[in-house]
């Protein structure tokens, strides 16, 4: 079955960017009819950063505030986060989903982002 696979991740100062990847290793990342990012801060829920689509849809969390970009490279097979003007509240573990329907949806392992100087 298709796994979700995170790359990237680490200390990132404030203000700065960072980029993210999530492949789908043995099968094909539009096999998930959604994909997104989400974040866990400690002691606070998981919250989406960004996701999108097969369709071409984006959507992103109010916490980013214009400042992410999720894309799939189709000739990668995978979605990448760009994230840019980063701020402390940014620290957390990032994760990768992939829903196939309602009833299915795998998630890839979470990486840590810690935004601090």
């Known amino acids: 079955h298709v796994q979700l696979v995170v790359s990237g991740g680490g200390l990132v100062q404030p203000g700065g960017s960072l980029t993210l990847s999530c492949s789908a290793v043995?099968?094909?990342?539009?096999?998930?009819?959604?994909m997104g990012w989400y974040r866990q801060a400690p002691a606070k829920q998981r919250v989406l950063v960004g996701a999108g689509t097969n369709g071409g849809r984006t959507v992103y969390g109010d916490s980013v505030e214009g400042r992410a970009t999720v894309s799939r490279d189709s000739d990668k097979n995978m979605l990448a986060l760009q994230m840019t003007r980063l701020k402390p509240e940014g620290t957390g573990v990032y994760c990768c989903?992939?829903?196939?329907?309602?009833?299915?949806?795998?998630w890839g392992q979470g990486t840590q982002i810690t935004v601090s100087s």
């Open positions: 043995g099968g094909s990342m539009f096999s998930f009819r959604r």
């Open positions: 989903r992939g829903v196939v329907d309602s009833k299915n949806e795998y």
